[in-house]
C-alpha cells in the first residue's frame, strides 16, 4: 500500500489561492464590495427604525381613506322613507330643488343623487313641467 502519492483526485478541490494588493482589479473589487455591504448595512438600519412609523402611516392613511368613502356613501338613498311629488318651474335646477327640499344634515350632491335614482335622470337636465318625485329621509 502506498503511503505517499501524487495522485489527486478530480473530486477533490483544488486550493484558491489570492493574492491581494498585487492585481488592481482584485483591490477595486474589494473596495467595492465593502462599500456596498456599509451602504447595504446603513439602509436595513435606516429601514428598521422607521418601519414602524411607515406602518402607522400607511395604517392611518388607509383608515382616512375608508372614512372619506364612508361619508360618501352615508347618506344612502335607500333610506328613503316617503317622497314628495315637486312640478319643475322655469329656472328651477335639480341643485336648486335639492337645497329647498334636503335635510339639514345632509349634503346636496347626496340628496341631487336621490332624486335622480327615484326618478331614473341620467344627467342633470330637467325641464319646467316636469313632475319629479323628490325622496323624503
Known amino acids: 500500500m502506498l503511503k505517499y502519492s501524487t495522485y ?18 482584485t483591490r477595486y473589487s474589494a ?26 402611516l400607511i395604517i392611518v392613511l388607509v383608515l382616512s381613506g375608508l372614512t372619506v368613502v364612508g361619508n360618501v356613501f352615508a347618506g344612502s338613498t335607500t333610506l328613503m322613507k316617503d317622497e314628495k311629488r315637486v312640478v319643475v318651474e322655469r329656472g328651477d335646477t335639480l341643485w336648486s330643488i335639492a337645497l329647498e327640499n334636503k335635510p339639514s344634515d345632509m349634503k346636496t350632491a347626496v340628496y341631487i343623487e336621490g332624486i335622480k335614482k327615484s326618478n331614473g335622470i341620467k344627467g342633470s337636465q330637467i325641464n319646467a313641467g316636469d313632475v319629479l318625485t323628490l325622496p323624503i329621509y
Open 31 to 56: 473596495q467595492i464590495k465593502e462599500i456596498t455591504e456599509l451602504l447595504l448595512e446603513g439602509l436595513m438600519r435606516l429601514f428598521r427604525r422607521d418601519f414602524v412609523i411607515k406602518l402607522t
Open 8 to 25: 489527486r483526485s478530480i473530486y477533490d478541490k483544488a486550493p484558491v489561492v489570492e493574492s491581494l494588493g498585487h492585481n488592481p482589479i
